[in-house]
C-alpha cells in the first residue's frame, strides 16, 4: 500500500463520509489495499495520530471496521463494545476523538444478526435471564426497543431493533452539548449505520 495519510485536520466530514463510501466499496470489490508494513509509516504514526473518522461499532468478530472501511493504521479511531452501546467509558472514548483528535465523523455502527441487541430482544419481551455484567451492557440498548412494530417477523425485528439502537444512540450523541454545538456549525457530523453480514455492504442512515 502506498502511503496516503490525509490528515484528519484538513478533511471535512463530508469528506470522511466519502472516504468511508470508497473504503467499503472496495472491500465489496474485494480491491482491498493490501497492507505492507513500511518502517516510514510508522515512524511517521508514532509522533501522532489524526484518524479521519471515529467508529462506535460491535465486538462481533465478523465486523471488523478498518476491514470493511479497507482503512490502514492510524486513518480510523474505533470504540468497539458489544451491541454498539454507550456506557461511561464509551463516552469518554468519544469525547476524547472529538476534543484531542478532532475527527470530522462520528459513525455508530450496528450489524445484521447481533447477538447484543437479539439478547436485549429477549430480556424485553421474554424476560430472560442474563448475568449481571451482560444485563448491565444490555440495559443500554433497552430504551430504543420501545417503539419497534410488535408484528414484524423475528429477523425483521431484530434489524429494525438493530437500526433503533444505532438511531437511539446518535440521537443521544448529536444531543450532547458537543454534538449539539458543533452539528449547528456543520463542523462535526454524526451518522448511523448499519452493516450487513450477507453482503458486506456498509448502509448510511438517512436522518
Ligand atoms: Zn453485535
Known amino acids: 500500500m502506498t502511503t496516503q495519510h490525509h490528515p484528519a485536520s484538513s478533511t471535512t466530514a463530508l469528506h470522511s463520509l466519502n472516504r468511508l463510501k470508497a473504503g467499503n466499496a472496495r472491500f465489496l470489490a474485494g480491491t482491498s489495499h493490501a497492507p505492507t508494513l513500511q518502517s516510514e509509516i510508522l515512524s511517521e504514526l508514532a509522533q501522532a495520530q489524526q484518524p479521519y473518522a471515529t467508529i462506535l461499532s460491535c465486538s462481533d468478530s465478523r465486523v471488523p471496521p478498518e476491514l470493511v472501511f479497507d482503512a490502514w493504521l492510524g486513518e ?37 444478526g447481533c447477538g447484543a441487541i437479539q439478547a436485549a430482544v429477549a430480556t424485553k419481551f421474554h424476560e430472560e435471564p442474563h448475568p449481571e455484567r451482560i444485563a448491565d451492557l444490555l440495559k443500554n440498548i433497552l430504551p430504543a426497543l420501545d417503539d419497534i412494530d410488535p408484528t414484524l417477523p423475528h429477523d425483521q425485528f431484530v434489524l429494525a431493533a438493530v437500526e433503533a439502537n444505532v438511531r437511539h444512540t446518535v440521537q443521544i450523541l448529536r444531543a450532547s452539548p458537543a454534538g449539539k454545538e458543533h452539528q449547528t456549525d456543520g463542523e462535526v457530523q454524526v451518522l448511523g449505520a448499519v452493516y450487513s453480514l450477507h453482503t458486506g455492504q456498509v448502509r448510511f442512515l438517512e436522518d
Open 76 to 112: 480510523l479511531f474505533i470504540i468497539r463494545v458489544a451491541g454498539n452501546v454507550l456506557g461511561p467509558t464509551i463516552a469518554g472514548s468519544l469525547q476524547y476523538a472529538h476534543t484531542h483528535l478532532h475527527t470530522p465523523l462520528f459513525v455508530v455502527m450496528g450489524h445484521e
